[in-house]
């Protein structure tokens, strides 16, 4: 089946510092990926949804220059968290769709998540 | 976008078919059904999607209703690791609800 891989899986950092999420769509060619958020006990929360070579559709309330997507080739899209602070910490999800083929329409693929915490 | 509305818990005693339901009244006649679940501390596992048809594959059973107002996700023979939030989600929406909590119970 499709396989999405996140990395790194957990990071813990400083305050103020910049962190790198990256989202790779390994068996299959992601012309679309979404990027979510997750705070304990609560649903997944969509951040905002990037097709290959073009920008990111943010969702409401979320910073785009906080956020920084990157989804600049057909299998890797990067979430950058600039200047992270302790609100900021949370378990960061990404998935990845495939082009449409067939009558049937593609489901996305979720990578297995990274928890960020910020000191 | 439309949206969906699915019981907050449920129960299944192991060996036995747990039925999900979940309701999209306002769904497009565009929209697919997905069904995703997530397990403790992990990212969501797709399950499976349907237009209008009923789908069947190695993991669940989908129907959907005539109207495709609503419909349900079928686990035939729940194990326990099946216990986790299952997601039922209209595209190109790709916002989750809050999911049901499913337990199955040995």
């Known amino acids: 089946g499709a396989v999405v891989s996140q990395h790194p899986s957990r990071v813990i950092c400083k305050s103020g510092t910049s962190v790198k999420i990256e989202c790779r769509s390994l068996?299959?060619?992601?012309?679309?990926m979404f990027w979510y958020r997750q705070f304990p006990k609560q649903s997944l929360m969509l951040m905002a949804t990037?097709?290959?070579?073009?920008?990111?559709?943010?969702e409401q309330g979320v910073e785009k220059d906080k956020f920084l997507i990157n989804h600049a080739s057909l299998t890797l899209s990067t979430l950058t968290v600039t200047s992270a602070h302790p609100e900021d910490s949370s378990f960061y999800i990404c998935?990845?769709?495939?082009?449409?083929?067939?009558?049937?329409?593609?489901?996305?693929?979720f990578g297995d998540g990274t928890r960020l915490s910020i000191l | 976008d439309a949206k969906t509305t699915q019981p907050t818990s449920m129960d299944c005693a192991e060996g036995r078919a747990a039925n999900l339901p979940c309701n999209h009244s306002?769904?497009?006649?565009?929209?697919?059904v997905y069904w995703y679940r997530q397990i403790h501390s992990q990212g969501p596992q797709y399950i499976i999607h349907?237009?209008?048809n009923n789908e069947t594959n190695e993991m669940a059973s989908l129907i959907i209703t005539e109207d495709r107002k609503s419909s349900t996700l079928i686990l035939p023979h729940a194990t326990l690791r099946d216990t986790a939030v299952y997601y039922c989600?209209?595209?190109?929406?790709?916002?989750f609800g809050a999911g049901t909590r499913l337990t199955v119970k040995p």
């Open positions: 998935s990845a769709r495939g082009r449409a083929g067939g009558a049937k329409a593609q489901p996305q693929h």
């Open positions: 068996d299959f060619q992601a012309t679309t």
């Open positions: 990037s097709n290959e070579g073009s920008k990111a559709t943010y």
């Open positions: 306002t769904i497009s006649g565009n929209e697919y």
């Open positions: 349907g237009l209008k």
């Open positions: 989600i209209v595209r190109p929406n790709m916002r």
